[in-house]
């Protein structure tokens, strides 16, 4: 089944599509000239106007026909609920955490040398 994304952007694509290829007709094909329309040259300053718009136009058209395709082909994501259902449920599954065990209490000689040494870092040789 096609989601709303993937017919809106599938929609988006079609539309790019067919205005590009009715833009390109008409530029090419189906245009008359500038100035007089009884004559049948093109003209120079048509041409220098012409051909950037034309580029940016196609340029724009392909940008909104690739979004338009990555957005009817991308599947839809999962809805919120159902996501939220499997991390209980994995919680559920998942056992609980074993109590740690207890450390027995050390003579109080050894607890300032290696509270001393915890807070130094380890430095690395270099190679």
């Given at each position: ?68 395709w990555t957005m009817a ?55």
């Open positions: 089944m096609v989601s709303k994304d993937q017919s809106i952007g599938g929609l988006i694509f079609i539309v790019c599509v067919v205005v590009g290829i009715l833009y390109t007709a008409g530029l090419f094909y189906w245009g008359t000239s500038l100035g007089n329309p009884n004559e049948s040259a093109w003209s120079i300053e048509f041409w220098l106007i012409a051909l950037p718009v034309f580029i940016a136009f196609v340029a724009i058209m392909g940008i909104g026909a690739w979004i338009g082909t991308t599947p839809p994501p999962k809805p919120i609920e159902e996501i939220t259902t499997e991390i209980e449920e994995k919680k559920e599954e998942a056992p609980p955490p074993a109590p740690e065990p207890k450390e027995e209490a050390k003579p109080s000689e050894e607890t300032p040398k290696e509270t001393a040494e915890e807070k130094k870092p380890e430095r690395r040789r270099r190679t």
